[in-house]
């Protein structure tokens, strides 16, 4: 079986700031990919970022940016230069063989003007 | 592009009451699934399909059937509703196969009360 953990239920951050969410999962797999989703008010899921679990390089998209340790089997996405409309939960997510998809409990993220 | 299409964005169900969560996607997706969330509890996979005719069990299948005669549809039947079954509902499609790295698209999320 396949867990995904974070363990930070809510995150506030001034915009213009950067707030990092953590996670942490567990699987046995040696290939698999893990993902961070945004929930926006609108209740819509989109995928932020995504990472391979054989690359070493941390993924990047525009001010998303994770930290991953593979050993540690930790996730983490920061944001950067926080806007008004990274206002959402956050839900880190696993898939392995098998291409179930599953998620963390979220984080609630608030970006104070 | 229609993409994933859950239908009805919100439903009001009475303790005992049947109903159907239309599921419709319009990628020729394998792969399409059905989870329920939950304040703390994130995703939570209710059942999944990987093909029309196959279907299977996920971590919360207790008090939910499904079927998948075509590729487009995928819908989740409640054939006794309980207040426990308050929730948002959503849907999700991808492409199936080794290439894990395929990402799931969403429907919109159905809010459902059981009162």
């Known amino acids: 079986a396949q867990t995904v953990t974070q363990s930070q239920p809510e995150m506030s951050v001034q915009e213009a700031e950067t707030v990092t969410l953590s996670c942490t999962y567990d699987t046995s797999e040696n290939n698999y990919y893990l993902f961070w989703y945004k929930q926006p008010p609108s209740r819509q899921m989109i995928l932020v970022i995504r990472?391979?679990?054989?690359?070493?390089q941390n993924a990047t998209e525009n001010r998303f940016s994770v930290n991953f340790q593979k050993a540690a089997k930790s996730f983490s996405l920061k944001i950067s230069d926080s806007q008004l409309g990274d206002t959402a939960m956050y839900f880190c997510a696993l898939r392995a063989a098998g291409n179930k998809l599953t998620f963390g409990g979220g984080t609630r993220v608030l970006v104070k003007p | 592009n229609a993409g994933v299409t859950q239908t009805p964005k919100f439903q009001v169900l009475k303790t005992g009451q049947s109903m159907t969560l239309q599921c419709a996607q319009d990628m020729n997706h394998e792969y399409m699934s059905w989870y329920r969330q939950d304040p703390g509890m994130g995703l939570r996979l209710i059942h999944y399909s990987v093909g029309a005719g196959i279907t299977d069990q996920g971590e919360v299948p207790n008090g939910y059937n499904v079927s998948r005669s075509t590729t487009e549809d995928f819908p989740l039947r409640l054939l006794s509703a309980a207040p426990s079954q308050t929730s948002v509902y959503f849907c999700?499609?991808?492409?199936?196969?080794?290439?894990?790295?395929?990402?799931?698209?969403f429907g919109q999320g159905t809010r459902l009360t059981v009162v």
């Open positions: 999700a499609s991808s492409r199936r196969g080794a290439d894990i790295r395929t990402e799931a698209f």
């Open positions: 990472q391979e679990a054989y690359k070493q």
